[in-house]
């Protein structure tokens, strides 16, 4: 099945720097990414919708400034929390669908990366 | 009322048990269903579609009534294994769109 490969998987960083997420599609080509946040024993909510060549669709109450989403290729996105606050600490996951296989309608995660914000 | 709503649990059943999830949803134009398994820390897997006219999956059996827009999810002959978080999930009509995830139903399946 497709693949959506995740880096890193966990990152401790320092109040005030920022951290850069990377997800990509291995043997799939994404037009459309997409970041959701789980805080603990919450569920999946969306953040972003990442657009490749194109400006990201924010969530409401999501900080486009903060939250920074570049989308620069076929097979990459990346999501960057910048000047991060403990309060980012969460469990940050990507995905995305074979854009040949849309009306399977399956998501594929990246594995995930747990930021960790001191 | 929130997009897709479930029973958050948690659901303790021995080993063996039969048991049922249900979920509803709140858009009537949604046109794909599905349910995800979710282990601790780990990212979401799907488990399985769930097609109008229902379908098995094995030991997984899920069931979709769209007149009264709830979703189901019956797992027999439970096993430790199947401990773990099922999402219910939901995908927007049409296009390129994001799914709608349910904060998920916590089953521990225990000896």
């Known amino acids: 099945g497709a693949v959506v490969s995740q880096h890193p998987s966990r990152v401790i960083c320092k109040s005030g720097t920022s951290v850069k997420i990377e997800c990509r599609s291995l043997d799939f080509q994404a037009t459309t990414m997409f970041w959701y946040r789980q805080f603990p024993k919450q569920s999946l909510m969306l953040m972003a919708t990442s657009n490749e060549g194109s400006k990201a669709t924010y969530e409401q109450g999501v900080e486009k400034d903060k939250f920074l989403i570049n989308h620069a290729s076929l097979t990459l996105s990346t999501l960057t929390v910048t000047s991060a606050h403990p309060e980012d600490s969460s469990f940050y996951i990507c995905?995305?669908?074979?854009?040949?296989?849309?009306?399977?309608?399956?998501?594929?995660f990246g594995e995930g990366s747990r930021l960790t914000v001191l | 009322r929130k997009e897709v709503e479930q029973d958050p649990g948690p659901f303790n059943v021995p080993e063996g048990a039969t048991v049922a999830f249900n979920c509803t949803y709140s858009n009537s134009a949604s046109q794909s269903f599905f349910w995800y398994r979710q282990d601790c820390r780990k990212e979401p897997k799907l488990l399985m579609s769930?097609?109008?006219s229902g379908n098995e999956d094995g030991r997984f059996t899920a069931q979709l009534n769209r007149a009264s827009q709830y979703i189901s999810l019956l797992i027999r002959d439970s096993k430790l294994s199947d401990s773990a978080t099922y999402l219910c999930?939901?995908?927007?009509?049409?296009?390129?769109?994001?799914?709608?995830f349910g904060k998920g139903t916590r089953l521990s399946v225990i000896a």
């Open positions: 999930v939901v995908n927007a009509p049409s296009g390129n769109t994001p799914l709608v």
């Open positions: 995905s995305a669908r074979d854009q040949t296989q849309m009306n399977t309608g399956e998501l594929f």
């Open positions: 769930v097609y109008s």
